[in-house]
């Protein structure tokens, strides 16, 4: 008997967060807008070597020759660079003194979401032992990894102490120019995480990292750099599952991965940004370049994301599989409820032989909000016998929102296989009904037919991140049907 | 005489405009069986849809006690609750969800309605592993999706194990018995009598006298344009498989 979703669903209940957070305690802020004194007293602040001052300038001067691209199927307000602070370090937003101060619709979301009290007073910046930190992101386990050589720490951190590491492979798979929003994120980012595997070194636990949003008007530009050097694995978590309600906020923010032969990297997202409220005021902007680069022989990526919050996602997690039976994959599940927008898929781009693809997709949309599948497959004229097999399910409820699917497929060998299935399905009033039949409540019902609907994603988390996903499914589409 | 476990009385309900029950009027005590047989189309699924709760199903005259309880004012889950269970003529697939994880949300919501604590997980297994006995699916039923891939006739016996699994007061078998081959029509019949006791009624609707020579009728209704209109012993069905309907009308 396996575990079950129930069982789940019990064990978050009551469960604390296993990773804390530690901060330096920096607290100013520099004044809005962007030019390259900005970006010279960013690099300054944050005591940087002098090359990745440059690469900052590069990056920023190349921005300015762009344009902010137009062609994903969303709608928003472009932001205002100007209207943008690029550095602020932590600090608590209000002086709350207990729990009954904050918002208590927020409150109820946390009892929901099944977080700890502690953790939810450490989030309102009430507990003064650990406060949440937009600069660095460190763990407890950090001691247990460097016995095994793994490097995991805030990508500042990681400057100071690997800068050749770090300057070797900054860029490698992102390059600076990559696109509008990867380069804005190369000229300004803040911080993120940094994480290395030696080779043949399976690491013991999955490293997690919860990024958060702090302040209102600072823009977020995380960086996150995974190598996995060859013949080892990872899996990597990155989270947030409490909404932070903020005004409109952009985040661009960068992940690479270089994966070197017979390494394997699984990295998992759930993403829970405020999606705005319900008349689709607020929210936050989220344009986030995800690569992965599969150098070698046999590499493997795999990504994971569960996407529910967030006003406007861009988003599009991809892997280049440069070596020889390569593979990459790609599920995900992107719920998009009241006015939500989304735009999100992958890339995968074959270029060695026999390399090896997966495209997963499960949108769901409510309320009046528009999800949109947007996904590449590219098939190289010398990554003979390569195969890609790309599922895109979509599941409405109610008949107000929109689905999309623009699957864009290349192939220049004869060898290679691709395939491409789609599905659009609605909720069905008799799943509903069948289930309240038997005793589930309708919003019960709701849970499990969306759960169920995204089982083979669901499946692909780590046990107690599966757990979380399955919540905020229930709870994003809470009030969707009937 | 006993209080009815369920009471319908001039009971009228139009869908969209058309209306379908026309005065039905209905008593079951506990521990009988009815069946009910009628031409295609007359109102049989209506009635059971209504008396489960079915939103697009409006009441416009008429009531429903149940266990001395104003159905019609409960959602379709606390009915359930109650103890109406609707083995259905068309079960529907729910892709993803075990049948083990679907049962569970079943039985244990019904179980927090009623003020009690959720079943052991081992207790609950042990209950699975029972019903599926009694239907002989076992094995076949815990790690697959509720209904999806299921032929015909697994479905129908997929609703009598969840029957037994809820142990209702009132079931009704909506043709449970259409589409069964001579060995599955023997097992649901054989789960119905097992489940049968002098508390547990059974209100049967059927086409054929075949599956009533397997569950024997305490009444038989003929059921026409939306409400009874004759009711007879289990003669009464042997008697319409040779005339058919139409000397009633
Ligand atoms: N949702 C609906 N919308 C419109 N008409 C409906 C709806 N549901 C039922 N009807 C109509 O109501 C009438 C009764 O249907 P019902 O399914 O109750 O018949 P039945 O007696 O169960 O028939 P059968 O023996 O074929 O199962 C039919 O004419 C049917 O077309
Ligand atoms: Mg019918």
Redesign the interface.
């Known amino acids: 008997m396996g575990y079950t979703e129930s069982d789940l669903e019990k064990d978050l209940e009551g469960k604390e967060y296993e990773y804390g957070f530690v901060s330096d305690f920096d607290t100013d802020r520099i004044e809005n807008g962007l030019n390259e004194d900005v970006i010279r007293l960013i690099s300054s602040k944050r005591e940087e070597p002098e090359w990745l001052l440059e690469f900052r300038l590069k990056a920023y001067r190349h921005w300015l020759t762009m344009y902010e691209p137009d062609w994903a199927h969303v709608k928003y307000d472009k932001p205002d660079f100007q209207a943008i602070s690029y550095y602020s370090a932590p600090k608590p937003k209000k002086e709350l003194k207990s729990l009954d101060e904050v918002d208590p619709e927020l409150l109820e979301m946390y009892k929901k979401l099944g977080i700890s009290v502690d953790e939810q007073k450490r989030m309102n910046g009430i507990a003064i032992d650990v406060v949440v930190d937009s600069v660095s992101v460190a763990t407890t386990f950090k001691k247990t990894l460097l016995e095994k050589g793994i490097i995991f720490m805030s990508f500042s951190e990681a400057v100071k102490e690997y800068p050749d590491l770090v300057q070797e492979y900054l860029g490698s798979v992102v390059p600076a120019a990559d696109n509008y929003y990867a380069a804005l994120n190369s000229a300004v980012f803040t911080d993120g995480s940094f994480c290395y595997i030696p080779k043949g070194v399976r690491c013991p636990m999955e490293l997690s990292t919860y990024f958060r949003i702090n302040e209102a008007g600072t823009g977020q530009f995380e960086r996150t750099l995974i190598v996995a050097d060859e013949g080892s694995y990872v899996s990597y978590l990155e989270g947030c599952t409490a909404p932070a309600r903020d005004e409109n906020q952009l985040h661009a923010a960068v992940v690479e991965i270089m994966v070197k032969k017979e390494a394997e990297v699984k990295y998992s997202t759930v993403q829970n940004w405020f999606p705005g409220d319900a008349e689709g005021k607020g929210g936050v902007y989220n344009f986030v370049t995800k690569r992965a680069m599969c150098e070698g022989y046999k590499s493997k990526v795999s990504w994971t994301q569960v996407e529910t919050g967030s006003a406007v996602t861009w988003k599009y997690p991809s892997c280049v599989l440069k070596g020889d039976y390569s593979e990459g994959e790609f599920y995900s599940v992107a719920v998009t409820a009241n006015h939500q927008m989304a735009d999100t898929g992958s890339k995968m781009i074959h270029l060695g032989k026999n390399s090896k693809s997966v495209i997963i997709s499960k949108g769901i949309s409510a309320g009046v909000s528009e999800n949109s599948y947007r996904g590449l497959v590219q098939v190289h004229k010398n990554a003979i016998n390569s195969r890609n097999f790309s599922q895109c399910d979509s599941l409405l409820l109610g008949d107000k929102c929109g689905a999309h699917t623009f699957p864009y497929i290349e192939v220049k060998n004869k060898s290679s296989q691709v395939e491409h299935e789609a599905t659009t399905s609605k909720i069905g009033e008799d799943q509903i009904f069948y289930c309240q039949q038997r005793g589930i409540s309708e919003e019960k019902a709701i849970s499990l037919i969306v759960n169920g609907y995204a089982r083979e994603v669901l499946n692909q988390l780590p046990m107690e991140f599966a757990a979380e996903a399955q919540k905020l499914l229930a709870i994003t589409l809470e009030g969707s049907v009937g | 005489m006993s209080t009815p476990i369920i009471s319908i009385k001039n009971l009228h309900a139009e869908v969209e405009g058309h209306k379908i029950l026309k005065g039905f009027n209905l008593d079951i005590n506990p521990g009988e069986i009815h069946a009910i047989m009628g031409p295609n189309g007359t109102g049989k699924s209506t009635l059971a849809s209504v008396i489960?709760?079915?939103?697009?199903y409006e009441v416009t005259e008429g009531e429903v006690i149940f266990n001395g309880k104003n159905i019609l004012e409960l959602?379709?889950?606390e009915r359930?609750?109650e103890g109406v269970?609707?083995a259905?003529q068309y079960?529907?697939e729910?892709?993803?969800?075990?049948n083990?994880?679907?049962?569970?949300?079943?039985?244990?919501?019904?179980r927090e309605?009623h003020g009690e604590d959720p079943l052991k997980?081992k207790d609950f297994?042990k209950l699975m592993k029972e019903k599926q006995e009694l239907v002989e699916l076992k094995g076949r039923l815990?790690?697959r999706?509720v209904n999806e891939g299921f032929s015909g006739g697994e479905k129908k016996r997929n609703e009598i194990f969840?029957m037994a699994m809820?142990d209702p007061k009132l079931a009704i078998l909506d043709e449970t018995d259409s589409g069964l081959d001579i060995d599955a029509l023997k097992i649901v019949a054989n789960g119905v009598n097992q489940l049968h006791t002098k508390e547990n009624s059974f209100l049967v609707i059927t086409h054929y006298q075949r599956l009533l020579d397997h569950i024997i009728p305490d009444f038989v209704h003929v059921m026409y344009d939306g409400k009874i209109v004759k009711t007879g012993d289990k003669n009464l069905a042997l008697e319409l498989e040779e005339k058919g309907y139409d000397w009633l009308k």
């Open positions: 489960a709760g079915k939103d697009e959602d379709p889950d359930a609750a269970f609707l259905f079960p529907v729910i892709p993803g969800v075990s083990t994880n679907f049962m569970k949300a079943a039985v244990n919501n019904i309605y997980a297994l815990a790690n999706s969840q809820l």
